[in-house]
């Protein structure tokens, strides 16, 4: 399957090109995108000797002039010291305001990347090239950047559009079973918050897990949904934060724990659970679609629970989240499965509560 999907934003939209051997693609692309010159690959140790030769070499074909940077893989990588690694790189191949870097990876190189490339020289263009589910269906797609910090996930960052997203769909065969269940987590997101049908779909697939099959028709449904949201809410003034879905748990949980400990999607499927509790008691989601919730993240080999972190370390890391205003962290809670309200207050000590309750 071949697809394209636009991100529709005006002057800033972009394509996202999907299908099975896309890679090889990758400098036609680019050069039909306008970019030109100097460019920086920028990828992780497990994902270069994959796929890192085939990058490059399209790109060299196409008439650009790649330089490839391998950095360490997992989330401590994202991190000032990495960050200011690129720019070191940056000026030492000449990058100027008409090139552009290239994001070869999962979540963690994607939004390192394109924050590197949003302050380099005050913004230069970028690709992204994502490599795990997680990255495809997610972070790849909004111009969401990033990095962390010791006192929490994603504070420092910037809105920084891609000049377009290639997924081959070719990479997901490499992909470990964990890292496929933890993309496995987001794409639950999207059936919980939008689309009812997708989350009933996910519930028949779930029984073969990780023998799922085709996951194109997966992947394009989300990256329709994404696109769609982010051409309504760019910058996430409203209607975008229904993305954040379970992200308020799941990057305290990330803090708590200390990142890497546990992988970005399966931290949001246990704040996923949490939230979906918070839903029953504050919303009018039902106890059997809260069970749905967790049966399937259950069913994807996802974890559900987390005895090991105790309240006063998570609510700590919730107080500096960004989604806090005021120090009262703000929640997306679902009515039903496949709707969702955001902005959502919760009383304090309904939130230990039911931590407390999914904890044991």
């Known amino acids: 399957m071949k697809r394209d999907i636009t991100v529709d934003l005006g002057d800033r939209s972009y394509p996202i090109h999907i299908g099975s051997g896309n890679l090889d693609s990758l400098g036609t692309a680019c050069k039909a995108a306008g970019l030109k010159g100097r460019c920086l690959i920028v990828t992780d140790e497990n994902v270069a ?3 890192a030769d085939r990058a490059f070499q399209s790109l060299e074909k196409a008439g650009f002039t790649p330089v490839l940077e391998t950095l360490p893989a997992g989330e401590p990588t994202k991190s000032q010291a990495q960050l200011l690694n690129l720019y070191s790189k940056a000026a030492a191949h000449g990058l100027d305001r008409h090139s552009f870097m290239v994001a070869l990876g999962g979540g ?6 394109g924050f590197a490339a949003a302050s380099w020289l005050r913004g230069i263009r970028f690709v992204q ?3 795990t589910l997680l990255a ?3 972070s790849s797609v909004g111009g969401k950047t990033g990095i962390n910090i010791p006192a929490g996930k994603n504070l420092v960052g910037a809105f920084h559009q ?3 997203v290639m997924l081959d769909l070719n990479t997901l065969k490499t992909l470990p079973p964990r890292e496929l269940a933890a993309g496995m987590a987001e794409v639950v997101k999207y059936g ?3 689309d009812e049908e997708l989350f009933r779909a996910l519930e028949k697939a779930a029984a073969k897990f990780p023998d799922i099959g085709d996951l194109s028709e997966i992947v394009a449904r989300c990256c329709e949904i994404k696109a769609e949201v982010v051409r309504q809410d760019e910058r996430e003034g409203g209607l975008r934060s229904i993305l954040n879905f379970g992200h308020t748990a799941a990057h ?6 200390g ?3 546990y992988l970005h999607g399966e931290a949001v499927a246990i704040g996923m659970v949490y939230a979906a509790h918070l839903s029953v008691a504050l919303k009018e989601l039902s106890v059997e679609e809260s069970a749905r919730i967790e049966k399937l993240l259950a069913g994807l080999s996802l974890p559900v629970g987390v005895p090991e972190l105790a309240w006063k370390d998570i609510r700590a890391a919730m107080a500096v989240d960004k989604k806090t205003v005021g120090g009262l962290p703000k929640f997306v809670l679902a009515d039903r499965i496949g709707h969702v309200e955001f902005g959502c207050e919760v009383p304090e000590k309904l939130l230990e509560e039911v931590w407390n309750g999914i904890s044991q």
């Open 129 to 131: 090239v994502p490599t």
């Open 136 to 138: 495809m269906v997610d």
């Open 192 to 194: 919980v918050i939008w």
């Open 49 to 51: 000797p994959l796929y």
């Open 108 to 113: 963690v190189i994607g939004d390192l990347t």
């Open 252 to 257: 305290a949980i990330e803090n708590a724990a």
């Open 162 to 164: 891609p000049s377009l």
């Open 259 to 261: 990142y890497g400990r």
